[in-house]
């Protein structure tokens, strides 16, 4: 199966949800909440994490994760990350109750797709955001492996790579050369076809998986929400008043010194719905 054929089958029966001026969805990816170790990337930005999560929850955005939430290469039991990062998972219930919670599953969390962890979330391969009565803007949404055979595809030999392989050397400093988020050829190779699907099929798409954000100065066809594992911040996309805004959370300092978690657009406001809109070209 190709990478064309791959991303369509993403969408072929994907759900869709409005996108109008009223609404409000942040879109993030590449979480790997893990069981709380030395490997567990996501454990170093929880705080900036949860602090953005409550941010969205009280202004009354949807959240939607693209992928890559969990780190399950590398651990096997789901119910040790779900202690370990309850107040995350305890938000979660708090949106899921209210509608506001969609979780697409990446590489990494590939055993979500059938759920046979027996979450009490659905979990999709992509979700599509449809303005009504122009299908030509809409916002394509999906984790991004499947530009890449060996995480689509041969998914369960990259998994025993990772857990019995590469995770030992990561703790040692060596990086997983097939990763596309550590190896930059990969990750370049990776987004170009990304963008060159986007391209020819005149999708809006919308990923993670190579965790490096993408919002060009530009229109353009493809965007990406970066991660949740950054050295020093989180970074998302906001969906807001018919237009998009790359968005990165992190720690600053006041003029007293003290600490808050601050929130800084990076690149946007890129239209969607408004006439001048990039699509209509």
Partial sequence: MSVSSRLGHAFRDAPILPLTYRSRYVLMSDCHRGIGTSSDNFLKNQHLFLAALKHYYRRGFTYIELGDGDELWENRNMKT???VHDEVFAMFAQMHRQN???LIYGNHDMIKKKNKLQLPYSFYEGIILSPP???Q???YLTHGHQASLFNSTFWRVACFCVRYLWSPLENLGVLDPTSAAKNYRVKNKCETRLSDWASENRHILIT???HRPVMPGEPSFYYN???CVHPHCITCIEVEQGAMTLVKWSMSARADSTLYVARERISGFVPLLSNSSFVDF
């Fill in 137 to 139: 803007r809409a916002l």
């Fill in 100 to 102: 506001r919670l969609y």
């Fill in 225 to 227: 929400t970066g991660s």
């Fill in 81 to 83: 990350i779900v202690e």
């Fill in 208 to 210: 993670g998986h190579t």
């Fill in 133 to 135: 009565n122009m299908p």
